[in-house]
């Protein structure tokens, strides 16, 4: 049958891509597997020509009425590695077991001892640079050396030998054989010399091989049923629905389309769709007196982990600094570096008031619902102004101004929650669904809490290990 594949994957993302990365080497040559993608390809030659990232416009795919709380994404091959900004860290040990080492949130069914050699191998894949050192146990060094710091960085270096360090990124501090290596001039999301990895530099060749039919402009609807089991998915290709069958339904669309996806598959749970979150992030502002800053070799320098993990996050959440080395200058004669910026991330609690639904007015598009963040994240961002600049006191400050906060971090989690428990989860640890055993749920969506580090690098190195476990 023209339409019969052994596997189905949904999507052409980090979580795809690096699911079919693991997959393709695992499986015999005769496997035939269908990727449906609802986007384009659109080179990076067309997006510079464009000045746009992709063809489709994302807002137009889902109802938002919150305009203050918005949520970002890309649709196409590649999905949102276009826009990211390739900053990669880990997540810190604890923040896998914040419920038994402080008492709020979730734990995962996972540790980060369990996913530490895939997220090397995610590191490896990207040719992360980052610090020879590290806030996290490593098994091995990353593949490129660390971006150079800026004055400032040095000087908190220096005061925090343990917790602060020239941030990890897959923006290239040395050439790949596809990237040369990033210029630091802070136009991240379309960067002129696509020298941050992206899917479409690094992994689109994955997409070449003789056992993947790749079809674009095909938007998948739902998950086709029956006795129980996925056997395939219904879609709109060429102005018409069709069906196509597998043995494996692979679902890799980011926290808002996968849970949208199984809702409108009649694959209901209590808590399907619920959970929608992501970080809130603040901005300082830190002129500074006789030191200048601005000479690292990458947009963002370093990031620091005074305020990340501790006792306080019984009470409040954890923050991640950000130091971004983009010439915000200050406009004073004679003094226009004397200037650090940093963004201050913060973590949320996930809430079932925060969710994903089909919606009322349009069925053909996911609705979000977004009623607030954390009364613990707030109770964080209104300790800054007391703990940041104890943080900073070794810089020599004339005035620091914090902002904010911002309306999207551009990282969507939490609203297909993996778990042990199929009362309280919908994956299980390996993303496979508790109910329909040949279906996988990739993606941020499977995160049981959030962390204030940026998520992609866990999304990737979690795809690796539930292809690895299949
Ligand atoms: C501006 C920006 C900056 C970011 N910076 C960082 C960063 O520095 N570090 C970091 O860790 N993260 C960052 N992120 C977040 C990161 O991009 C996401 O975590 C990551 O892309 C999630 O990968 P994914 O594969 O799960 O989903 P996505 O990247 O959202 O991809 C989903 C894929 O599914 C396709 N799709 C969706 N619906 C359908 C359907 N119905 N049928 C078929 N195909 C479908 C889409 O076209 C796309 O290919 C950033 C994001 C943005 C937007």
């Known amino acids: 049958m023209d339409n019969a594949f052994d596997i189905i994957v949904v999507g052409t993302s980090f979580s795809s891509s690096f699911f079919l990365y693991n997959y393709l080497n695992k499986v015999g040559k005769s496997v035939r597997i269908l990727v449906l993608e609802r986007g384009q390809k659109n080179s990076h030659l067309w997006q510079l020509q464009n000045r746009k990232l992709s063809s489709v416009v994302a807002d137009s795919t889902f109802v938002n009425h919150n305009q203050h709380k918005i949520w970002k994404f890309i649709v196409g091959f590649g999905g949102s590695s276009r826009a990211w900004w390739a900053c990669t860290p880990r997540l810190m040990p604890n923040d896998f077991k914040l419920k038994s080492t402080y008492g709020v949130g979730r734990d995962w069914p996972i540790s980060y001892d369990e996913l530490e050699s895939y997220y090397t191998k995610v590191e490896r894949i990207m040719s992360v640079s980052g610090p020879s050192d590290a806030p996290y146990p490593r098994s091995q060094p990353y593949p490129q050396p660390p971006h150079l710091f800026n004055d400032p960085d040095k000087i908190l270096k220096q005061a925090y030998p343990d917790l602060y360090f020239q941030q990890a990124t897959a923006r290239a501090r040395q050439a790949t054989k596809n990237r040369a290596l990033c210029c630091g001039n802070g136009v991240c999301g379309l960067c002129p010399t696509d020298v941050k990895f992206t899917i479409q530099n690094e992994l689109e060749y994955l ?136 963004k201050l991330i913060f973590e949320d609690l996930p809430d079932e008031k925060n969710y994903v639904k089909v919606s009322e007015a349009d069925s053909s598009k996911p609705e979000t619902i977004h009623q607030g963040f954390s009364a613990y994240t707030m109770r964080a961002i209104d300790k800054l102004p007391e703990l940041l600049p104890k943080a ?54 499977a995160f049981p809490s959030c962390s204030p580090s940026n998520p992609t690098l866990t999304i990737s190195a979690l795809s690796l290990w539930a292809a690895k476990h299949l």
């Open 207 to 342: 997409y070449s091989d003789s056992r993947i039919t790749l079809r674009l402009d095909a938007e998948v609807l739902g998950v086709e049923t029956s006795a129980g089991n996925a056997s395939g998915v219904r879609y709109l290709h060429e102005g018409a629905e069709k069906i196509a069958r597998a043995d494996l339904v692979v679902l890799g669309t980011n926290a808002i389309f996968n849970p949208y996806l199984l809702q409108r598959s009649n694959l209901p749970h209590p808590l399907l769709g619920k959970r929608l979150n992501e970080q809130i992030s603040m901005w300082a502002k830190i002129d500074l007196i006789g030191v200048d800053s601005f000479q690292g070799t990458t947009s963002i320098s370093a990031n620091g982990y005074m305020l990340y993990d501790g006792p306080h996050r019984s009470e409040y959440s954890a923050c991640l600094m950000e130091i971004h080395n983009v010439p915000n200058l200050r406009a004073e004669h004679g003094r226009w570096q004397q200037r650090t910026n940093m």
């Open 392 to 445: 900073l006191a070794p810089l020599p400050i004339e005035n620091l101004t914090i902002s904010g906060p911002s309306r999207s971090e551009s990282h969507i989690l939490g609203t297909v929650v993996m778990g042990d428990d199929p009362k309280t989860s919908i994956v299980d640890k390996y993303l496979v669904h508790h109910q329909v055993r040949n279906l996988l749920v990739l993606g941020g969506s």
